[in-house]
């Protein structure tokens, strides 16, 4: 199993950007897809990214394309997502998960980070 911890949520103007960090522990990474996830009020929750660990192979969701980059650090078991231009459409909790490669669905997550984008 893979224990993942978000980071970088908070408040923003909309315009603004954030970076958020998903630090995963608990099992080698080489194997896996990362995966970024939102969840709005009333609302299911929506892949927004996805980045290989292995290769760096990576997908967005048409509503972040050109706005979010996803990203990985090795060295430090660490993806980001980049968040540029965020508008209020953009609020949401923001979750990390992990899946195996090959896997249809993602089985490891973490506890989420609140992301506020003020008009």
């Known amino acids: 199993q893979v224990q993942l911890v978000e980071s970088g949520g908070g408040l923003v103007q909309a315009g603004g950007s954030l970076r958020l960090s998903c630090v995963s522990s608990g099992r080698a990474v080489h194997n896996v897809v990362m995966g970024w996830f939102r969840q709005a009020p009333g609302k299911e929750r929506e892949f927004v990214a996805s980045?290989?660990?292995?290769?760096?192979?990576?997908y967005y969701s048409d509503a972040v394309k050109g706005r979010f980059t996803i990203s990985r650090e090795n060295a430090r078991n660490t993806i980001y997502l980049q968040m540029n231009s965020l508008n209020p459409e953009d609020t949401a909790v923001y979750y990390c998960a992990a899946k195996r490669v090959g896997a249809s669905n993602y089985n490891d997550w973490g506890q989420g980070t609140q992301v506020t984008v003020s008009s």
């Open positions: 980045i290989r660990w292995a290769g760096g192979t990576t």
